[in-house]
């Protein structure tokens, strides 16, 4: 009686077992790209997280496999920003040229981030996703941002001591001094030649020393999904389901409405543009830190044909201000607490909060939850009580991966579209002869 019993279970066993096998000779011979070792992390990490409770698992046994991971992507970040920036400044000739791609960036920042918000309030104004919901708001607070006055911000991108802002990993005054001390360099002509041979060497090395970290990727993701499908499982999910897919929704028609458009203008197609920007993505949408795929944005916007001058400027400064996804959820979120606590929203209250969530979404860092702090900037501007973070922020891990994947994905489209706008065209090669 047994024995049939047996063999059924012990088929797709052998099943299991033998494309285990398959996959592992791949990543073991080298045959396997990293993107799709990457893939396979999160899907395997996925499937931990949910077989995790139920063997007794304690999933934050994979937590210190994720730290370690987002510690080393963090760790190459300063050095990496700051080689390739001077290197770049050096090698314009001409400093308008430099403006020109600042201009040209900043405004497609801004612009798009505008879009954003508007494709978030647009999206939660017709689904509604709070209406009908009643969740009890006692006993919630929130903390709330303090925004700094706009000439401190301003002035606080000059350094006062530039060894100090790279300790700090400040980016906009890490940015601010690489091109400052880029252009003396090129200035100084010969006697600066060798001095700029060994930056241009220790850049070529940080990208040495990225892909060697991103060897543990694959492990890394995995435990980065099993520790948040562990803890932020479908019973948390539930009740807010709806404004969670709002936000994927919107998220998805900023790529499409906004991001596919100008990847189509560079003459890149979709499908060659995700292709080169899974790494990235991978690890934005697991870690939640646009900050630790910053250095991997960098290369595969290069290898897509992004050029040197303009991604080693665009993308670094892009992962400070430019936060697409924050901005979306921005909308989004005003909207629901509004509906939640049957505040009214006419035009006007919603045009304000495209304004501030644009600004909002500029101070907020590539850091996870970073937006459920900034985004009591626009509640209080739009008189909704502050406890309103609280109702979401037991799903905010699940919001920000969406949040930080589409950062990430402005960043990188930016960098391409401002290359095809100074050069022509792309230039891929550029990358490939590195
Ligand atoms: N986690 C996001 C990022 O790193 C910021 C946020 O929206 O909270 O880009």
């Known amino acids: 009686m047994l ?96 403006g020109r791609v600042a201009t040209k960036t900043l405004v497609y920042y801004i612009f798009t981030t505008a879009l954003a918000v508007f494709i978030g309030l647009l999206l939660a104004n017709l689904v509604q996703p709070g209406v009908g919901l009643s969740l009890s708001t006692e006993n919630l607070t929130a903390k709330q941002a303090t925004v700094p006055p706009l000439v401190k911000v301003l002035t606080d991108i000059i350094p006062l001591n530039p060894v100090d802002a790279l ?105 060659a543009f995700f292709k080169g920007m899974a790494e990235p993505l991978i690890i934005a949408f697991t870690t939640c830190s646009s900050a630790a795929a910053l250095a991997t944005n960098m290369q595969s916007a290069q290898k897509l044909g992004a050029t040197k001058t303009v991604s080693s400027f665009s993308i670094p400064l892009g992962n400070t201000i430019n936060m697409d996804g924050s901005a979306i959820y921005m909308g989004v979120a005003a909207i629901f607490a509004a509906e939640i606590y049957g505040i009214p929203m006419p035009i006007d209250k919603q045009l304000s909060v495209i304004l501030l969530a644009v600004l909002a979404s500029i101070g907020c860092m590539g850091v996870p939850g970073a937006a459920l702090i900034m985004i009591t900037m626009v509640f209080t501007q739009v008189g909704i009580p502050l406890e309103a973070v609280a109702l979401v922020a037991g799903v905010d891990r699940v919001m920000d991966m969406a949040r930080t994947t589409i950062n990430v994905l402005g960043d990188a489209t930016g960098a391409l579209l401002v290359t095809r706008l100074e050069e022509g065209k792309l230039k891929p090669d550029e990358a490939n002869k590195a």
């Open 167 to 271: 300790a700090q990993g400040r980016m906009l005054q890490i940015i601010f001094f690489a091109l400052l001390f880029g252009f003396g360099l090129s200035m100084v002509g010969e006697r600066g030649a060798t001095l700029l041979k060994t930056v241009d060497g220790a850049a070529e090395t940080m990208i040495k020393v990225t892909n060697m970290v991103m060897l543990y990727a694959p492990i890394g993701v995995c435990a980065l999904m099993a520790v948040t499908v562990a803890t932020h499982g479908l019973a948390v999910l539930l009740p807010l389901i709806k404004v969670v897919a709002v936000m994927y929704l919107a998220a998805l028609c900023q790529i499409l409405l906004v991001y596919l458009p100008c990847v189509k203008f560079t003459g890149l197609t979709p499908s």
């Open 3 to 98: 024995w049939p019993r047996c063999s059924s279970t012990s088929i797709p066993n052998r099943r299991v077992t033998t494309l285990l096998a398959v996959v592992l000779e791949k990543v073991i011979k080298k045959r396997m790209s990293l993107p799709a070792q990457m893939a396979i992390g999160m899907a395997l990490g996925i499937v931990i997280g949910v077989l995790a409770p139920a063997v007794g698992l304690d999933a934050s046994w994979f937590k210190p496999l994720g730290q370690i991971f987002i510690t080393l992507i963090r760790m190459v970040v300063v050095p990496l920003v700051f080689f390739t920036l001077i290197a770049g400044a050096a090698s314009v000739s001409d400093v308008r040229t430099l």
